[in-house]
């Protein structure tokens, strides 16, 4: 799993993409969830799960507080620079 975050850390510090279905659950009334909340959890968060086999390609959910005490959820492909 620690090969996939090196992964994503490599892709993120290059550009982040926000699918319309991110930006939709993000935006959701309860849960108002802003981009530097996401960052927070890219750059600290640790693997929940990681999908391997998943048809769209390998991809994990990562999970971390945010510097307000919010618990985040992010999931993201391995290769976000695509």
């Known amino acids: 799993m ?7 850390l490599k892709a993120y510090k290059k550009r982040v ?9 993000m935006n959701l ?15 600290k968060g640790e693997v929940i799960e990681d999908y391997p086999d998943d048809p769209r390609g390998h991809s994990c959910l990562l999970g971390g507080k ?6 985040v959820h992010v999931l993201l492909p391995q290769r976000m620079n695509t």
Not at 2 to 8: A, P, S, T, Y
Not at 29 to 43: A, G, P, T
């Open 29 to 43: 009334i309860e849960r108002m969830i802003s981009k530097d909340e996401v960052y927070e959890v890219i750059e």
């Open 2 to 8: 620690k090969e996939i975050l090196k992964e994503i």
């Open 66 to 71: 945010t510097k307000n005490e919010r618990w």
């Open 17 to 25: 993409l926000f699918t319309v279905h991110a930006l939709n659950q």
